[in-house]
């Protein structure tokens, strides 16, 4: 280390510096920029950031602090910076010194990272010592969330604890000017991590670069493949073998949900979609996620129609680590690359659950010894393909668990947990004026999703020795995450507050569009599939006005009955009966859906206590497709909708967006705030019987519901709109309100999912931001009560 002289000018500073400055290869560079401005002195990570110590002038150390802030990696982000000078001291040179565990964590826990270019270079370069070395790392790239066990971030604190650097690797690590000094990932063939391809009877196969070579031998075969990634077991099979990817089905029980694809590289991508500029951007992000793409029919040779049977979409994501790169340059095709999970539980992140609990869906497994503390699917987005307007699908590996909240200022001492939704569940955390929101966690109908919800709230509340003052919780008395929420503040003696779904939904749009300080009032549309009311109904289709920092119901969707509850969400039929309840001379479209036993009974249903109140959009998409014979029962929630959603875009494609189009007609009061479905129904089913094209009614569908959004807006006379919600997953929709409502300011998710995702979030904004509590009952209460006798 080098030695600098100390003159009688000297003084020492000390600089503190917050944000995503751990991971990232912050103290290396702060160890060369001092040197080279011949300061004295050390840095270390502490809870809190990075601290740095300087002697020098006062002139060359605000010199050096100036180039800090400017030219510090780009990986990184500094939030908070200060200097002050201290004490003075003598130092014989600069240096790397021990982190400090101590004090509060302050600090943003960074997400993995892709592969970087360089480490790219040297895992392809044969004279170079880590060439084909599936867990190459350096200090730019490799994982971070998916193995930190405590903070600060150095090696002793994650699950590359157990490797001991061998002589070149700690070579490497000790010397200033290498690229991979204080990498704490640092690791080669050596020393480091074993790859092995195992049989699903747990005997090892293969190691190393004969496990890749071999793995790919098996998946061209024809078998299922399990191997684990950054965050979990991904299911691997060949893409386009009909075949396989039925026995995939078939083993997983998932009869139609697509697949996701990876690919080895942009140019393979391009022979299988149709790809703008942006998705090729974001395919080759480095958070490479998951790019839902307009696929090609002339792909040869061409992807089994069972991967997305149905769609004309592929979901396709490029090799995010070493070990994919390898993988596929020995495979050289689309391979699915699916999470391995039990369908509806989370995704598997070790030996023992892929054995115990897939060892019947996978042939061979591909696995290593390092373990991953905090599992997370890949996360998945598309682009509208209109206005190519960004939508979030999925917000998980590379995106988790930190969040850049603009504007969005809350004060240090606040402390804050949300316990999110039951369905594509989340958590968030505000400490110490950082927000965190957790990867997708799944739904918590599952015991194992709920154990691995409740295990990320223990794992960043250690992470970050954080103890709330408060919690937040989804109104719903039921949901497994407002329980969850209650018991944490009884056992500590904590407040907690509630807050309806849709509002959540609405307080996230409004802060992540930095709108919370407006003064122009905001319309909201909320518009998903369930969510507990104010009125105990199950809200779906809410307008709320956002005025002096309260939010107002304004519009819902008529009441109707929803029939055998979550059912309903699977069986699109059943929305479909219940919508056409006021309509016996239409109903009989229905009939032949139902044998004679379930037609009965759901008639006896609709006079009882079981018909319970809705006003959900979600179970409206699904009646229109059942309505238009494209689904009457699914394996997924959502499957309905996107099935009309493509039909719909059919119409587009060949006809483009009609200047005449005339919407279906819905009905709005303002006096109410009722939004009449029936007369849209009605004219639906007319048109389905006088033999109108499938694809036009579907297409007028959309249309009506963004002609619906302007007439309210108009009645409210406001021109500052939001969306947030599921159903604003669907990019037809977000196309048409940019073409259609070109005179309003419009306001979409960014960087969050439209989804339940973002409840969490939504919860932590109002608890911080917003009044203490919100209510109304609704003007139709006695609605509710009626139907509810």
Known sequence: MGKHPTTADHRTFHIHLNGKVQGVGFRPFVYRLANEHRLTGWVNNGLDGVHIRVNGSPAGV???YRILLRDYPSIASVTHSEMREVAQQQFSDFRVSESDGNGIANLLILPDLD????????????HNRRNKYAFITCTNCGPRYSIITKLPY????TTMAPFAMCPDCQTEYDHPADRRFYSQTNSCNTCGIRLELISHKNRILATNETAIRQAAAKIRKGNIVAMRGLGGFLLLADALNPKTVQQLRKRKHRPAKPFALMVPDLSAARKYASISPAEAAELTSREKPIVILESRSDATPAIAESVAPGHDTLGIMLPHTPLHELLMQELQQPVIATSANISGSPILATDAEILDLLGDVCDFVLTHNRDIVMPQDDSVVRFSPLSGTHIVMRRSRSFAPIYHHGMLKIPENRAVLAMGARQKSTISICHQGNIFISQYLGDLGSYETEQLYL??????????KFSPQSIVVDSHPNYESTNAGKARANSANLPVTELQHHRAHFWALLAENELLDTKSDILGFIWDGTGYGDDSAIWGSESFIFSENRTKRTAHLDYFPLLAGDKAALEPRISAFSLLNDHPEKAALLQQKFSAQEWQIYHRLLKNEHAH?????????DAVASLLGLADKVSFEGEAAMLLERLAWRFVRENGVPENAVPYPFGYSQLTGIISHQPAISAIVDDIRNGKNPAEIAFCFHFSLIKLIEKIAVSHGLKHLGFSGGVFQNALLVDLSKLILGDYQLFFHRHLSPNDENISFGQLVFATKGQTRES???????IVEKMGK
């Open 62 to 64: 605000q010199q050096f």
């Open 115 to 126: 592969m970087c270019d360089d480490c790219r270079a040297e895992l392809n370069d044969p």
């Open 455 to 464: 295990s990320t709230i223990d794992h960043l509340t250690s992470l970050l």
């Open 154 to 157: 150095d090696r002793p604190n």
């Open 613 to 621: 109140p809705t006003s959900s959009m979600g179970r409206l998409f």
């Open 776 to 782: 109304e009952i609704s003007p139709e209460k006695h």
